[in-house]
């Protein structure tokens, strides 16, 4: 049984950073793709990052550009996302996401059916 749990969320102030973690059991970790999350109240789910099989290559959405660094550490199957100068707006439910049919992030993988396998969610809240 495939399990996915995150960690790390916590309360912040704008400008201030924090560490998500993501550990997964139950699954050949280094064989899929990974992907990151986010879902604010009364909002649909966003795709933040998604990170390749090997964790050379990585892509993000625009708002987090140059501010979140997603990597992962197949050795220990957990998967991170380093979240600095933090903004309000990045106040949500944030997801760690597992692929289970590739190693490489799909042109759609923005869309939460692109990926199987998910956690329960750590609440990141950033005041301003």
């Known amino acids: 049984q495939v399990q996915v749990v995150e960690s790390g969320g916590g309360l912040v102030q704008a400008g201030g950073s924090l560490r998500l973690s993501c550990t997964v059991s139950?699954?050949?970790?280094?064989?899929?793709?990974m992907g990151w999350f986010r879902q604010a109240p009364g909002k649909e789910r966003e795709g933040v990052s998604c990170?390749?099989?090997?964790?050379?290559?990585?892509t993000y959405v625009e708002s987090v550009e140059g501010r979140f660094t997603i990597s992962r550490d197949n050795a220990k199957n957990t998967l991170y996302l380093q979240m600095n100068s933090l903004k309000p707006e990045d106040t949500a439910m944030y997801y760690c996401?597992?692929?289970?049919?590739?190693?490489?992030?799909?042109?759609?993988?923005?869309?939460?059916?692109?990926?199987?396998?998910w956690g329960q969610g750590t609440q990141v809240t950033v005041s301003s």
């Open positions: 139950g699954l050949t970790f280094d064989n899929y793709a």
């Open positions: 990170i390749i099989w090997s964790g050379v290559s990585a």
């Open positions: 996401a597992a692929d289970r049919t590739s190693g490489y992030c799909s042109g759609s993988w923005r869309r939460p059916p692109s990926f199987y396998y």
